[in-house]
């Protein structure tokens, strides 16, 4: 056989699908695109001396022209290969995956082989049943409708809180965005962005180490569970730095010799699928245990909503450092998330003026515990979205409508990543009306909520 | 697939916390299995919406009825598999009845022949999908990546007669997907 016939029978089998194996077509050998003129002379990588290389055209070489009646070392060479042998290459005779001659080989025995060609049949059939595995790119929102299905038919004895429910369903996307990730996904490197003493701060890692990040704050909630802490040992060998947030995650990526691989994964979600049970156990009365993030406290019920929604913030940060598309939350999920920011604005505002940030309010010592004061109102737009009202004078106060001195306008996702440090204060989209310092204040605060 | 490795335990546990009405166990299960039930329904069905709907059947039914789940049977991902299997198969044959003009013998074959190739494709999707990782390996390379059983050899490191061997058991275990009644890895629930 000449390189040209196996080039040209080769290319006429390039379909898959239709692919029959037959004598023309030892075609598993990776260069069939080329034509007889450009085929490279000696051993190709990976091809076996056994198969006869194809060889340049003989005019090309400046040897005398073969006889036309010689057949030279082109003629086949007949195989003579043991039953057993001819056995164990029907797999890849069905697959097209054996070389020319042993097709042959192959195919003469099947003429006096009963057996064999009963298996060589079935084989081949099997091979049209290989399909490529289709796109697993489950949409995201099935899973909310089926359980919501399921729940409906029969009320589970044992719920997930409300509160938890948005923490199940990011960790749940998260995990699918991750599912078909290779290992140039996982090493994608991810730059954490956050506002710190109102200026922009970063911090550069990889996508396996962002989840390496997820899985050490929620360790906190784990904690405070009495479950398991998987950064026990090295938060006990980091000491008091390993205690927050930011600490505990430095902690963690020290401790290894190497940066995180997709190992990370089993581990992270597992704990997720772990804090998820034991909360449902603990039961929607258990909302009011203190978790610890080190210099602040939040109790569980909230710290199960700030952890959905730094587990929805970096799987944007993931899907961006690989160019994957990724949706906001559900509104309803979103809507509690957005509410959890808006509660803990009045605090934060008095940590900017503890802080020297921004000026003490004009009424601060003045509102008693629980009375009215002067507020802002935080419009939210979108799904998900709502009004609130801000006190800003004192965290004791309550927002009022009958002091409202200023107003801003946002937009539901745009306002969850200015409170994520995504988006600088001066930058959100913000329609304002009112007290211009008193906005400033809110979303400089805003933003501040932010961390690593 | 990882879960492959998963200890029965985990498929015991899990029985007993659906039975007990964990909604989180819903969640856990969802997330071990819902792409191997939509891959499985859509293979039967070719269509996504029959599919998610097939999904929420099946999720339903398990959610209902864990307690039809033996675990001395085989393992909770084949019973699984059979769960989507039958419900699928189901909701073709109806769908095709249905949009039958008349009936005829004529076209009941056809409908039997296609119930019965979509059903051998799904099987077949889920023996690939089961079959130990160094079977299913060299069916890619042979058949997706187009390597002969030598080259199939060098890239996986092993033997000629190695490669040779894990094609021919690769395709014998696809090949039970023609089969009619219950394949294998089904696990007896079809």
């Known amino acids: 056989m000449s390189g040209a016939e196996e080039s040209g029978a080769h290319e006429a089998h390039d379909d898959r699908e239709g692919r029959r194996p037959g004598a023309g077509d030892h075609g598993a050998q990776g260069h069939g695109a ?340 002067r507020s802002l109102r935080l419009e939210i737009e979108g799904a998900g979205g709502g009004q609130w009202l801000i006190p800003l004078d004192s965290p004791a106060a309550v927002g009022s409508a009958d002091f409202e001195v200023a107003h801003v306008a946002l937009d539901g996702v745009e306002f969850c990543r200015l409170a994520a440090g995504h988006v600088p204060p001066q930058e959100a989209a913000a329609g304002q009306v009112g007290d211009r310092e008193a906005i400033r204040d809110v979303l400089f605060a805003a933003a501040g909520l932010s961390r690593m | 697939m990882a879960d492959k490795d998963v200890p029965p335990r985990w498929d015991r546990r899990m029985q007993q916390r659906l039975a007990r009405g964990e909604a989180a166990a819903l969640g856990e299960l969802y997330d071990r299995f819902a792409s191997l039930v939509h891959s499985l329904a859509h293979r039967v069905l070719g269509e996504e919406a029959a599919a998610d709907t097939v999904t929420r059947e099946v999720f339903a039914h398990i959610w209902e009825h864990p307690e039809t789940y033996d675990p001395k049977q085989g393992n909770l991902r084949s019973w699984v598999a059979a769960v989507v299997h039958r419900l699928a198969v189901q909701r073709l044959r109806d769908s095709e009845t249905a949009a039958l003009p008349r009936r005829s013998e004529r076209a009941t074959e056809d409908l039997e022949r296609k119930v019965s190739r979509a059903s051998a494709a799904a099987r077949a999707d889920y023996i690939v999908h089961s079959m130990p990782a160094p079977l299913r390996a060299a069916l890619e390379l042979a058949y997706f990546q187009r390597r002969d059983y030598r080259q199939t050899a060098t890239d996986l490191g092993v033997t000629e007669d190695e490669a040779r061997r894990r094609l021919r058991l690769g395709l014998q275990l696809l090949s039970t997907a023609h089969d009619t009644g219950t394949p294998p890895g089904y696990g007896g629930a079809v």
């Open chain 1, 34 to 373: 080329r034509g007889a003129g450009d085929v490279p002379h000696g051993s190709g990588p990976g091809r076996s001396p056994r198969i006869p290389m194809p060889r340049a055209s003989v005019e090309d070489g400046g040897l005398p022209l073969p006889d036309l009646a010689d057949p030279g070392d082109l003629a086949p060479v007949p195989l003579d290969l043991p039953h057993d042998v001819l056995k164990s290459l029907l797999g890849a005779w069905a697959l097209a995956a054996c070389s020319a001659d042993e097709t042959v080989a192959v195919e003469d025995h099947l003429g006096t082989c009963g057996g064999g060609a009963d298996e060589a049949r079935r084989l081949r059939e099997a091979v049209g049943l290989l399909r490529r595995p289709e796109s697993l790119d489950l949409d995201p929102a099935l899973r909310d409708r089926v359980l919501e299905s399921c729940l409906d038919r029969r009320p589970p004895r044992i719920p997930v809180p409300g509160w938890a429910a948005p923490y199940d369903a990011e960790t749940a996307r998260l995990d699918a965005l991750l599912q078909d990730f290779g290992d140039a996904e996982w090493h994608a490197p991810v730059r954490l962005r956050w506002f710190e003493a109102d200026a922009p701060a970063t911090r550069r890692t990889t996508v396996a180490g962002v989840i390496a990040h997820l899985m050490s704050v929620d360790g906190l909630i784990a904690a405070a569970l009495g479950l398991e802490d998987l950064l026990a040992g090295v938060a006990e060998a980091a000491g008091k730095d390993a205690v927050g947030p930011a600490g505990r995650t430095e902690a963690y990526w020290r401790a290894s010799h190497f940066p995180p691989t997709r190992s990370v994964q089993a581990p992270w979600r597992d704990q997720s699928h772990s804090l998820v049970r034991s909360v449902s156990f603990t039961g929607s009365h258990s909302g009011g245990l203190a978790v610890s993030y080190g210099d602040f406290e939040l109790p569980l019920r909230d710290a199960m909503l700030d952890r959905a929604f730094e587990c929805w913030v970096h799987a944007e940060d993931i899907a961006e450092a690989v160019a994957y598309p990724y949706e906001p939350p559900a509104p309803r999920h979103l809507n509690r998330m957005i509410d959890l920011a808006a509660r803990m604005l009045p605090l934060a505002l008095a940590e900017r003026r503890r802080a020297g940030l921004s000026a003490p309010g004009r009424t601060p010592h003045l509102v008693p515990a629980g009375a009215p004061g």
